[in-house]
């Protein structure tokens, strides 16, 4: 590993990135604060809406909607990106305590029902729930966390026991996949706090992240819902006299980078788990997807707002069609 000299770090450092610098490749020379060549940002962070309780889940539908839940507030939200000056709407409420989101491209918008502990694709015309994803071995889900949809049409999500009942109906913190057909395999039992997950664009990998340790994984993917070895993939930057802090979302771009929030920010990672800078955001970001004109702006949804930060990076969008009708 190379390490830049401690009295160059120290000039640089912002008031919360003042630990020694690990990952798992290279320590790149972009600090906190400065702008990542070839990403950015290359414009200012412009606060979009705030007075949430706790944004989450944003969801980009690749022309005008940018939809994010408030899990607190039992709603999910929608901005319309070409109305900049609008504030957003409620697009539905009660939402379950949606969590992640995501869209399919086919006129449905995917969600987490942390209070359910289920999976479920919203209809955007009737904003009916559908189901996808609602047990394993005759027991509900503990609270469903994130997901996302690979060009088959199946689902991988995670299912951690935040807002879970107790006992948490699964016994398991876990990671799973959702087939075409609506056939639900358990992938990985043996994680504690999984929360944030992501497909590589050419959907070799997959990516989760845990909140509580600081190593973020990696699965080779063999086929649709079957994993190769758990791998550490990079270990996140800490704040200042802590450690053990995970991320909570992700996003990727077109080139395979990770965008990861964290307590210090976005952390961003190449696909060979190089540490690439970090971009800072005013609120400590919970999640993240890219959007907008060219698929080139960040919506970070941050504790009580919504950030828009723009790059010169594309993100990359995922949107296999998901069969409802194979719904179990």
Request: glycine fraction near 10%; charged fraction near 15%.
């Given at each position: ?13 912002s008031p919360l990135m003042t630990l020694g610098w ?307």
């Amino acid at each position: 590993m190379y390490f830049l000299p401690v009295h160059v770090v120290a000039k640089r450092l912002s008031p919360l990135m003042t630990l020694g610098w690990l990952t798992c490749g290279w320590m790149a020379a972009t600090l906190a604060g400065d702008p990542i060549p070839g990403i950015g940002p290359i414009g200012p962070t412009v606060k979009v809406a705030g007075d949430f309780q706790f944004t989450e889940g944003p969801a980009y539908d690749g022309v005008r909607y940018l939809y994010f839940s408030d899990i607190p507030a039992n709603r999910i939200l929608r901005w319309d990106t070409t109305q900049p000056s609008q504030t957003p709407e409620i697009f539905l409420e009660p939402s379950g305590m949606c969590n992640g989101l995501m869209l399919d491209g086919q006129g449905h918008l995917l969600g987490c029902r942390m209070e359910f502990g289920e999976v479920v694709a919203f209809d955007l015309k009737s904003k009916q729930p559908l189901p996808l994803a609602t047990q394993h071995q005759g027991k509900r889900f503990n609270a469903t966390n994130d997901l996302v949809i690979d060009k088959t049409g199946g689902v991988y999500f995670t299912d951690p026991r935040y807002r879970a009942p107790e006992p948490w109906p699964q016994g398991k913190e876990a990671i799973y996949y959702r087939s075409t057909q609506g056939v639900i395999t358990r992938l990985d039992d043996s994680f504690i706090a999984p929360n944030g997950i992501i497909l590589s664009p050419d959907e070799s990998r997959l990516y989760v992240i845990p909140s509580l340790e600081a190593t973020m994984y990696v699965y080779d993917i063999l086929e649709p819902g079957r994993l190769g070895p758990r791998r550490p993939f990079c270990q996140l930057e800490q704040p200042s006299g802590q450690s053990g802090k995970g991320g909570d979302g992700l996003t990727i771009d077109s080139q395979g980078n990770l965008y990861i929030t964290s307590a210090l920010g976005l952390q961003v990672y190449s696909p060979q788990g190089q540490r690439l800078g970090v971009i800072e955001v005013p609120e400590q970001p919970a999640n993240v997807t890219f959007g907008g004109p060219q698929n080139a702006t960040l919506y970070v949804t941050a504790r009580t707002s919504l950030y828009a930060i723009p790059t010169s990076a594309k993100g990359h969008r995922f949107q296999g069609p998901v069969p409802i009708s194979a719904s179990r």
